[in-house]
């Protein structure tokens, strides 16, 4: 089992089925890929990227990291969001966190990790600053709403990039939208902070943190 060979077993009937049901479907891929959606999420292996929006390879562009955190200094991810709004023009950005993220979890509770204790501070800059919207007496709840909050945060975050903001300065279409996963049910939430320009980005990320205040 060194080599991982049921890996490799699983790959070629993954292979084969596709090519069953479309004969030159990775030819077609290998020749360009078009994508419309960046999806930024957690690096969590329950939230596969692709398969809960039933997407196939070739239209969703990928960045996933602990958390689904979106900082302004982290040169991956701009790096490929400048790479899919700017060479791929991806049409929609989305920002899919997921209930029970244990990277928000940890945030939460101050859990020690070790080196991700660094990365998750951005995620507790998020709790610090909605401190008054969270219940200590109701740690699940505020679990909840921590997740929802990070992931307004951070398509915020989004929206505040040089990319995205010189992309609706020279008029080119463009969304930030806010999900959210359980994984309960496997079923997606919007957080209804959708922005398509730099002025409604104000006004829709405060009635999207007033909507989960009250939720
Ligand atoms: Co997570």
Known sequence: MKTLSNLFENNRLWAQKIIAAEP?????????????????GCSDSRVPANEIVGLMPGELFVHRNVANVVVHTDLNCLSVLQYAVDVLSVKHVIV??????GGVKAALDDGKLGLIDNWLRHVQDVRDEHRGRLDPTDPARSLDRLCELNVVEQALHVCETTVIRDAWARGQSVSVHSWIYRLEDGRLRDLRFTVESTTQVAETHRAAIAAIACG
Not at 24 to 40: C, D, E, G, H, T
Not at 96 to 101: F, I, P, T, V
């Open 24 to 40: 030159n479907f990775f030819q077609r891929l290998a020749a360009q890929q078009s994508p419309r959606y960046l999806w930024i």
């Open 96 to 101: 899919c966190g997921h209930y029970g993220c």
